[in-house]
């Protein structure tokens, strides 16, 4: 499975914007993370086949995940931006066969957020 994430970029504090990352073929479970200089890659929001999503606490009522499963892809729309939010953001996903689990990740895309 490749990914290609797109949609980061430059905004201002309480800006938005909208991360897409699109999948080569069909996959579980979907997952943003983000990474800041020198530490370690953090999960940010997750959701699985049924549509079921979860957040980490900083960006819940921010941030919202959702797929389009026609087109493998899946989004996180983030809305009231903060400075913190500057990171690079990678998307994650899950490919479960008979066999068992995989995980891929897409390229980095850089969101900045200006105070």
């Known amino acids: 499975v490749q990914l290609q994430a797109s949609g980061g970029g430059l905004a201002q504090a309480g800006g938005s914007l909208r991360l897409s990352c699109v999948a080569s073929g069909s996959v579980n479970v979907m997952a943003w993370y983000r990474q800041y200089p020198g530490k370690q890659r953090e999960w940010v929001a997750v959701?699985?086949?049924?549509?079921?999503?979860n957040y980490v606490d900083s960006v819940k009522g921010r941030f919202t995940i959702d797929r389009d499963n026609a087109k493998n892809t899946v989004y996180l729309q983030m809305n009231s931006l903060k400075p913190e939010d500057t990171a690079v953001y990678y998307c994650?996903?899950?490919?479960?066969?008979?066999?068992?689990?995989?995980?891929?990740w897409g390229q980095g895309t850089q969101v900045t957020v200006s105070s």
């Open positions: 994650k996903v899950v490919h479960i066969t008979a066999r068992g689990s995989k995980d891929y």
């Open positions: 959701i699985n086949s049924g549509g079921v999503t």
